[in-house]
């Protein structure tokens, strides 16, 4: 198979995802037995405000012609109105979208250091003490909900040495500086939580690398250790990483639900939180399927790094 | 991803060698997790305070002797609350991934063993399932069950299944497709039997480890789904002494009494840590390489 018709079949298998992820998605919350108007609006409404609800989000059409009405309007770029503010989505979700970006840059910021330094220690000092604190340590992290790890930050820095806001609040007035103080215990928590699964994973295969024919040579041929290390074993150790760190993306995504929530941060998890609150179909919808895009382009980007850089899948 | 199958057959004499002989990682989380379960069996019986009764002391208060997780707004004694919570999580989390275990089993040793189209289209349908973050498609379907369910423990269970069964199903299949090529699913296929007993009779009993292992993972997992649901309001019903719904509750006092917060937290921590030790030490058994990767 030619590396391009195998980038296709990945290409054309992500967009087929897609499509079926927004059919459960509309499947779940529209088709579902049971009134829509009455699910958002409970039991107690009036018929009155029903019939209003349901003219509102074009409920008497057939479910199919709905269905295509709407995936048409996102294929435009027109998520429609939202209920609660009728206000346009997209004027909606772009500052939200911003604000998570953001939080999510400077988490991989974080992250980046986070993961390779205990890994580099680990895979260095192979099966010594400071290679087991190091696992027990990731295990004990492992196990810690991501609500809880951001209430200890908050507890740490906020009420112990109070030296971060333990409310996030900014908007578009807020200074560059205010930004970066409301983000750091956010950006920290969400970089822990997915450096955890990364140190595992790149610790095993720089030691699988380190084993390899190709390190011993270096090796013998007299090359310092943090060389052999540095430049020799850990650009291979990191193609396997690629696919944690899409994976990490795909966290990343609820993570912001949680860790917005415990530090009020006004980003895409707030507000997909706040939607399904009030129940606001249209933003839920639009909200879900932006979530499973990234997720999906994170995954098809992963795959074609893993393609591109193997050179054993790049013959044909 | 969470994990990759090495090997097929079951190795189950290892589950019979002695306590010492167990790895360190197994004997601590098996004592972890035995603590508790003996707290979410007796727990409702020694409480100091009953879980919602009031007034217990002075509101906001925090650690003491009396009241070591400290009071809350209500005047709630937490530590009572959390305790008897205890057996909440462990039935909600359990349950919820025992039934994604059977259904995800089934859809995937089933798609493993059929093949052809009828597979490709599952996973398709699966791969989709797992591209919603897991807690997005968790707080969609309890909104989409409507607000008349909200709150329900048997619509947190079964979300928990709808969860886990596609990506114990996407394990399972993974299994069936190495299993089948084996000598005995021939057989078994020749001897004219049908599809359903060749899963049940011959892709069940070798797919056991891979299975018991994926219980084992999920339900380390578990509690924390459970408690971030309770932490965003999706959970159980207020009064219920959920641990996240505790930390949510109590988030206000964080300044002045931060272990009415920390109390429930690290009860739900321990718990997961004796779970994940406990599986690291299972999988170790069993031969298995656990990546605990996949949140």
């Known amino acids: 198979m030619t590396i391009v018709r195998m980038l296709g079949t990945r290409i054309l298998l992500s967009i087929l995802t897609l499509v079926l992820v927004s059919i459960i998605i509309f499947g779940l919350l529209e088709v ?89 220690i680990q895979a260095s000092r192979r099966d010594q003490e400071v290679d087991h604190v190091i696992s027990i340590v990731n295990l004990v992290f492992l196990s810690i909900p991501d609500f809880l790890l951001g209430t200890l930050l908050l507890v740490a820095f906020c009420v112990a040495i109070p030296i971060l806001p333990a409310v996030s609040m900014v908007d578009e007035s807020s200074s560059a500086l205010q930004y970066l103080r409301a983000m750091t215990l956010p950006a920290i928590t969400l970089a822990i939580a997915m450096a955890i699964a990364a140190v595992r994973m790149l610790r095993d295969n720089l030691i699988e690398v380190l084993d390899s024919d190709y390190v011993r040579m270096a090796e013998l041929k007299g090359l310092p250790p943090r060389a052999v290390l540095l430049r020799h074993a850990l650009p291979n150790a990191l193609v396997p990483t690629l696919n944690v760190t899409a994976i990490n993306l795909g966290y990343l995504i609820g993570g912001v639900v949680i860790v917005e929530k415990v530090f009020s941060y006004p980003g895409f998890g707030r507000l997909l939180v706040d939607s399904l609150q009030y129940r606001d179909i249209p933003l839920i919808e639009a909200s879900v399927i932006i979530a499973a895009a990234v997720y999906v382009g994170a995954n098809l980007l992963a795959d074609l790094g893993a393609i591109l850089l193997n050179p054993r899948l790049r013959n044909g | 991803m969470a994990m990759t199958a090495t090997a097929t057959t079951a190795r189950w004499s290892a589950l019979r060698r002695s ?67 205890a057996h909440i999580v462990i039935f909600l989390s359990l349950s919820g991934t025992f039934i994604g275990l059977v259904i995800g089993a089934i859809v995937g040793l089933f798609s493993g063993y059929v093949g052809g189209w009828t597979d490709d289209i599952l996973q398709r349908f699966l791969e989709a399932l797992i591209s919603i973050p897991f807690l997005v498609l968790a707080l969609i379907a309890i909104v989409a069950a409507g607000p008349a369910y909200s709150g329900n423990p048997i619509l947190l269970v079964l979300v928990i299944a709808l969860i886990y069964a596609p990506r114990i199903a996407r394990m399972a299949r993974a299994a069936a497709l190495d299993i089948v090529m084996r000598d005995f699913v021939t057989v078994a296929k020749l001897r004219g039997e049908s599809a359903w007993s060749v899963v049940r009779r011959e892709l069940l009993p070798n797919a056991t480890s891979v299975l018991l292992v994926e219980f084992a993972l999920r339900a380390g997992y578990a509690p924390v789904l459970v408690g971030s649901l309770g932490f965003l309001g999706f959970g159980v019903r207020p009064p219920t002494p959920e641990w996240g719904l505790i930390m949510s509750e109590n988030r206000s006092l964080i300044t002045f009494a931060p272990i009415t917060v920390l109390g429930p937290g690290l009860m739900l921590a321990s718990l997961v840590v004796g779970l994940n030790l406990f599986t690291e030490g299972l999988s170790r058994i069993l031969g298995r390489t656990v990546r605990l990767v996949d949140k």
């Open chain 1, 32 to 120: 579902l037995p049971g009134d829509v108007a009455t699910r958002i609006l409970g039991r107690d409404a009036t018929p009155e405000a029903l019939a209003l609800l349901r003219a509102k989000l074009h409920l008497n059409d057939p479910t199919i012609v709905r269905y295509f009405n709407w995936l048409g309007g996102i294929l435009r770029g027109d998520f429609g109105v939202a209920l609660t503010s009728s206000r346009p989505i997209t004027d909606i979700l772009a500052p939200r979208l911003f604000n998570t970006v953001l939080l999510s840059l400077y988490a991989f910021v974080i992250y980046i250091p986070l993961s390779l330094i205990p890994a580099l």
């Open chain 2, 19 to 85: 306590w010492p002989a167990m790895p360190m990682s197994l004997r601590i989380g098996a004592v972890i997790l035995l603590i508790h379960f003996i707290i979410a069996a007796t727990g409702p019986f020694w409480i100091p305070y009953g879980p919602s009764q009031i007034g217990t002391g002075p509101p906001l208060s925090g650690m003491s002797w009396a009241h070591p997780f400290g009071i809350d707004q209500l005047g709630r004694d937490v530590f009572s609350r959390v305790i008897y919570g």
